[in-house]
């Protein structure tokens, strides 16, 4: 049981070009989340999933699209990276049951120049 | 709208020391209320969650939270530090919006610990 994965762990782009960040979950999670976290600012949402075939946007959707084709793979998509979206960004994924605890991977670390 | 307030960004005490870590919250509902910890490199870990019941929570590695409705209030204890305390804490605040329940974070608190 590897829990909730995410590649790659590390990544620098240049301004303008494109990237997919993948999350994994084996837990068989309903619910999945993007969050980025900056520093002094906590984790703030992206887009969220709250099952297969389903996306919407966060707090922070700018610059981002997302896709859920199957229950336990959620993507972020950068199509045209800026400097402003350097940071850590964190998947999570949770029950669809009134358990309320999300599981988080161990982040994609991005650059962009 | 929710939010958390986590007072002090860095916190430093001596290895054995008690540890305080202050989280506020606004809600207009009952909360479910959270306490994260990051280590270096690495994700967010679950400590501990409030969730209704015992107001007072225990986690993990000896940390507790007492959740207080009168002061809106989850501060994070223990009553001596250890050097592998020494991490980056989060309190976090369920969301309002039964749709998602996603996670509302404090800005973070980085714990270090003396020798």
């Known amino acids: 049981n590897a829990g909730v994965t995410q590649t790659p762990k590390f990544r620098v782009l240049k301004t303008g070009q494109s990237m997919t960040l993948l999350c994994a979950q084996d837990m068989n999670h309903e619910y999945m989340y993007w969050y980025r976290q900056d520093p002094g600012m906590g984790l703030r949402l992206i887009h969220y999933?709250?099952?297969?075939?389903?996306?919407a946007k966060g707090e922070v959707p700018d610059g981002y699209n997302v896709s859920r084709l199957k229950k336990q793979n959620f993507l972020l998509g950068l199509e045209s990276a800026a400097p402003s979206q350097t940071s850590v960004y964190f998947c999570?994924?949770?029950?669809?049951?009134?358990?309320?605890?999300?599981?988080f991977g161990p982040g994609t670390r991005l650059l962009v120049l | 709208a929710q939010s958390v307030t986590q007072l002090g960004s860095h916190v430093s005490v001596s290895e054995g020391a008690l540890v305080l870590l202050r989280c506020n919250y606004s809600s207009s509902v009952p909360p479910y209320l959270f306490w994260y910890v990051q280590y270096p490199n690495q994700g967010l870990q679950l400590l501990l969650k409030y969730t209704s019941a015992a107001t007072l929570v225990k986690g993990i590695n000896g940390f507790e939270a007492e959740f207080k409705k009168s002061e809106t209030s989850f501060h994070l204890t223990k009553p001596s530090a250890h050097m592998r305390d020494a991490a980056e804490y989060f309190c976090?605040?369920?969301?309002?919006?039964?749709?998602?329940?996603?996670?509302?974070f404090g800005s973070g608190t980085r714990l270090q610990v003396q020798p």
């Open positions: 976090a605040v369920s969301s309002l919006d039964t749709g998602r329940r996603a996670l509302t």
């Open positions: 999933s709250v099952g297969e075939g389903t996306t």
């Open positions: 999570a994924s949770r029950t669809g049951t009134s358990e309320e605890t999300q599981y």
